[in-house]
């Protein structure tokens, strides 16, 4: 696997991971030069191919977290992908209903466990 696809794939891991939502901008920037100086900003309302441009980045990816999903784009002068992940509480949803997941989340941690012996 190309070094390129392989760093793709650790942005999105970190950026799906993280929980401090609030301290972080919904659309990040990390653009790397040609001497491998790094640079993050926050990407909001930019296309990656722009930054890619504007700041004389040689590789470029773009993370953006919404609503249970993260997704990230990536773009170098030769190569391109696009990765999503979406969180363990959107599968659910998606998997068994928005009714059922609403239903199990307010039971709480109790909905899988085994009843005790009396």
């Known amino acids: 696997m190309s070094r390129f696809l392989t760093d793709a794939e650790e942005i999105l891991k970190v950026a799906a991971g993280r929980t401090d939502r609030d301290a972080m901008p919904d659309e990040m920037a990390i653009l790397v030069d040609d001497n491998g100086t790094i640079r993050m900003l926050d990407a909001s309302g930019w296309e990656i191919e722009s930054l890619r441009a504007n700041f004389g980045a040689s590789t470029a990816y773009k993370v953006v977290a919404r609503e249970g999903l993260t997704r990230l784009e990536g773009r170098s002068s030769t190569q391109?992908?696009?990765?999503?992940?979406?969180?363990?509480?959107?599968?659910?949803?998606?998997?068994?209903?928005?009714?059922?997941?609403?239903?199990?989340?307010?039971?709480?941690?109790h909905l899988l466990q085994s009843p005790q012996p009396a």
């Not at 997941?101 to 709480?108: C, I, K």
Request: proline share 10%.
């Open 80 to 109: 391109r992908c696009v990765l999503e992940v979406a969180s363990p509480q959107n599968i659910a949803r998606t998997l068994l209903g928005p009714s059922w997941y609403s239903t199990a989340s307010s039971l709480g941690p």
